[in-house]
C-alpha cells in the first residue's frame, strides 16, 4: 500500500476532537487508514455492516463504557443513525472524566446524510475529513499516466494489468448500482442510473446542462437533479461551481460536473488502457478532472474551488480562493508544450488574480509570459500544500 497524505491529518484531529468523521466513497482505503491508526494507540474495530458487530451495540451505551479509554472505529456508521443520539452523550461523560478527544473514528461513505445526522447530534463535538482516491501527489511520479487512465481506487491502481484493473473497475460500478446505492434508500433503477453515470462521463468537464440530460433518459429536470444529487452525496461525482461573484459581466452560473475518479469514467466508456484513452475525444476532459482534483484535494482547508466563463466564452479552467482571500487562477492543458490564448489573459484581467499558472504534462516549470509559469500537476500541488 503507498502510505496516505491524510494520515498525519487525521492524526491531528484525532488528537484535539472527540469525534472524527472520514468520509469518502467505498473501496477507498478507509478502513486501511483507521486500522493503521488503531495500530497506534488502544483501539476497537466494529464493521457495522456485519450483523456480529452490530449487536454488540444492542446496548451501546454499555459497550462504550466498557471501551472509554480507547479510539472506538464504527465503520460504516450509517448503517445505524439512531447511534448518533447515543454518541453525544458518551462524549460529554468522557469530556468529564477526562477522556477529551479521540474518543470516536467513523466511517462513512455518503456524505450529506451522515453530516446532518451528526451535525445534529453532534454540534461542537465532531470534525470532518473526505479521503479520496489515490492522487498524483501519493502515487509514484512515474505512475502519473497510469494514476490518469486507470484512477486512484487503490485495488485498480495497483492491480498488475489494465485488463485485471478495468475488471475491478467494472465490478465496482456494478457493485455501486445493483447493492450499495439500494441501501441508501434509493429507488433508482440500476440501469437508468447506469445511463446516466455514463452520460455524465461523456461529458465529462462541460457544464451541467439537466434539460438535454433529462431527454436523454427520458425524465423530466427536477428527477436529473435528483440523480445528480445522489452521486454527488456518494462523493463519486463533483459539482465545481461557477464564479458568481459580480464583475460587471455576464457570467455562466450553471456548475461543472465531472465523475471524480478518472479510473470510474473511463470504465464507464469502455476505455481500458492509455493508447485508446489518447485516440478518444474525452481525453482532454479527463485529464482536466484529473488535475482540478489533485488540486482540490491539495489545497489548504477553506479553500474554495470555482472555474470562470463568461456569456462570450471567456474561461478559466480552475480558480482558488485560499484562506485569507488570495486567489489563484490555473488553466490545464494536456500537451506538452502549453500555450496561452487570449481568452486567460482577458479573465485574468477580470479576475486579477494574485498568481497564474498552467498546469501541462511535463515536469518543468518556466515562465510563459511576466505573470504566468507552465507547471507540471505534481510540483503546483506541493505548491498548494505548502501554503499556510
Known amino acids: 500500500m503507498l502510505p496516505r497524505r491524510l494520515s498525519a491529518r487525521l492524526n491531528h484531529l484525532l488528537g484535539h476532537s472527540p469525534a472524527v468523521v472520514l468520509l469518502g466513497p467505498r473501496q477507498v482505503g478507509k478502513t486501511t487508514l483507521a486500522l493503521q491508526i488503531a495500530e497506534t ?203 458568481h461573484r459580480n464583475m460587471g459581466k455576464r457570467l455562466i452560473k450553471s456548475p461543472k460536473v465531472y465523475v471524480r475518479d478518472s479510473g470510474i469514467a473511463h470504465a464507464l466508456l469502455g476505455i481500458r488502457d492509455k493508447e485508446t484513452l489518447l485516440g478518444h475525444p474525452v481525453a482532454g476532459p479527463t485529464w482536466e478532472s484529473f488535475v482540478t482534483e489533485t488540486l482540490i484535494c491539495a489545497a489548504p482547508d477553506g479553500t474554495e474551488a470555482n472555474f470562470y466563463r463568461t456569456a462570450t466564452g471567456i474561461e478559466v479552467d480552475l480558480v482558488l480562493t485560499l484562506p485569507g482571500g488570495k486567489l489563484w487562477a490555473i488553466e490545464i492543458k494536456r500537451g506538452s508544450v502549453p500555450k496561452l490564448e487570449s481568452g486567460f489573459h482577458i479573465a485574468c484581467a477580470d479576475l486579477k488574480p494574485d498568481k497564474r499558472f498552467v498546469v501541462y504534462s511535463g515536469n518543468e516549470k518556466f515562465p510563459l509570459n511576466a505573470d504566468t509559469h507552465a507547471i507540471g500537476l505534481v510540483e503546483l500541488g506541493q505548491t498548494l500544500q505548502a501554503v499556510k
Open 41 to 243: 494507540r488502544p483501539s476497537v474495530y466494529l464493521d457495522l455492516e456485519d450483523e456480529a458487530d452490530r449487536g454488540k451495540l444492542s446496548d451501546p451505551v454499555r459497550y462504550f463504557a466498557d471501551h472509554e479509554r480507547e479510539l472506538v472505529i464504527l465503520d460504516e456508521v450509517h448503517r445505524l443513525p439512531e447511534l448518533f443520539q447515543q454518541l453525544r452523550g458518551v462524549i460529554d461523560r468522557g469530556r468529564r472524566q477526562g477522556n477529551a478527544n479521540g474518543q470516536f473514528l467513523l466511517l462513512g461513505s455518503a456524505a450529506m446524510d451522515l453530516l446532518r445526522q451528526s451535525g445534529e447530534s453532534l454540534a461542537g463535538r465532531i470534525s470532518y475529513l473526505e479521503l479520496g482516491p489515490f492522487d498524483a501527489l501519493e502515487a509514484p511520479p512515474a505512475a502519473l499516466d497510469t494514476l490518469w487512465v486507470r484512477g486512484g481506487f487503490p485495488r485498480s491502481f495497483l492491480a498488475d494489468s489494465d485488463d485485471l484493473s478495468m475488471e475491478w473497475r467494472r465490478d465496482f460500478i456494478r457493485t455501486y448500482l445493483e447493492r450499495d446505492i439500494p441501501q441508501f434508500g434509493s429507488r433508482i433503477p440500476a440501469e437508468t442510473l447506469r445511463r446516466f453515470w455514463t452520460m455524465l462521463a461523456h461529458n465529462q468537464s462541460q457544464m451541467l446542462n439537466a434539460a438535454t440530460l433529462a431527454r436523454g433518459l427520458g425524465v423530466d429536470g427536477k428527477t436529473v437533479a435528483g440523480y445528480l444529487d445522489l452521486l454527488v452525496d456518494l462523493l463519486l461525482v463533483r459539482r465545481l461551481p461557477a464564479w
